[in-house]
């Protein structure tokens, strides 16, 4: 039941939102609620066991895992964020969302995203620095430079959606209240608005492009220089050894703005909900779970030191 409360002029606002989620598809509710699950538990174990293994593995004290363990940090965050409520609404007859519960959500998931997109171009940035300094790497990249930048980067991300989730408030919403969405994505919240969106669009415009642009223009810049050095390598074995610590930063950087293209390039018509629904279940689910398998999978580091922590685990058992 959508509950309205009248204001002081003639227009009236919504104090919660429906969520129809994945409604359009009645019989694939339990399957969707069993995959969606599978893969936050996935997310929450692999994240989690990224933070835990560097921790437990001295060798692992450098600065490009103390970046990953942010990554893992914003991606537990991230899923959090809409991955509960997508499992309850695809079990639950009541789908709403308080208004400011959806505005929480909102904010959050916005400012976790900005931040991992900047996370991901410090990484390139560390990596930079490891491929074409080796030798003086932990120098360049000292502890008090390393905490800087991911301030920074948590900071950046929460003050643009500060500013966002600011607009989205001041606006109007009246009607039904029905978004055609699982979650609180901007889209979705605008277009339940009965008032002029205008700057509010004009803000996202401007903080996306913005953040987008910049992200990518350091990443790019710091892999033209990668490549540029590693062409130059004499060795072959220097060569292979300075791609394979790229190649899964890589991975993970073209999902992610991949899948960014794909949910904001598309055209906001009734006919595309079911692509951007997908898309935002791509963005907000699968690639929190992808990126500890993409890291762990292809290194040595990671693989030995989960191997030692579960024969040592194995090992303390009685026989």
């Not at 996370?119 to 932990?138: E, G, I, Q, S």
Request: proline share 3%; charged share 10%.
């Amino acid at each position: 039941m959508v509950h309205v409360v009248h204001d002081t002029g003639n227009k009236s606002s919504v104090s919660t939102f429906i969520l129809m989620g994945f409604s359009e598809f009645p019989h694939f509710q339990a399957p969707l609620f069993l995959l969606f699950l599978t893969i936050y538990t996935v997310t929450l174990v692999g994240n989690m066991g990224i933070i835990l293994v560097r921790r437990i593995n001295p060798q692992m004290h450098t600065p490009m895992y103390f970046f990953l363990s942010h990554l893992s940090f914003l991606d537990i965050c991230y899923s959090s964020v809409f991955t509960p409520k997508l499992l309850e609404i695809l079990v639950v007859e009541d789908r709403t969302i308080s208004f400011n519960g959806c505005m929480t959500q909102f904010f959050f998931g916005c400012a976790c995203v900005i931040t991992e997109m900047f996370m991901l171009a410090v990484m390139a940035y560390d990596r930079f620095v490891a491929v074409c300094n080796p030798l003086l790497y932990t120098v360049a990249m000292s502890h008090k430079l390393c905490a800087f930048l991911v301030t920074g980067t948590y900071t950046w991300g929460g003050l643009c959606s500060l500013i966002i989730t600011y607009s989205l408030v001041q606006l109007s919403y009246c009607g039904s209240g029905l978004m055609n969405h699982f979650g609180c994505e901007y889209s979705a919240i605008i277009s339940v608005s009965c008032s002029d969106s205008s700057f509010s669009q004009m803000a996202c415009l401007a903080i996306s492009i913005f953040s987008e642009a910049c992200s990518f223009l350091i990443t790019l810049a710091s892999y033209v220089f990668i490549v540029a050095i590693v062409i130059r390598m004499p060795s072959k074995g220097g060569l292979r050894k300075a791609f394979s610590t790229c190649t899964s930063h890589l991975t993970a950087i073209s999902i992610f703005h991949g899948i960014i293209l794909l949910l904001y390039c598309v055209p906001h018509s009734r006919n595309s909900w079911l692509l951007v629904k997908v898309a935002t279940a791509l963005y907000a689910v699968m690639i929190p779970m992808l990126n500890p398998l993409i890291y762990s999978l292809r290194n040595k580091d990671v693989k030995e030191t989960l191997r030692r922590l579960i024969n040592s685990k194995l090992h303390s058992y009685p026989v």
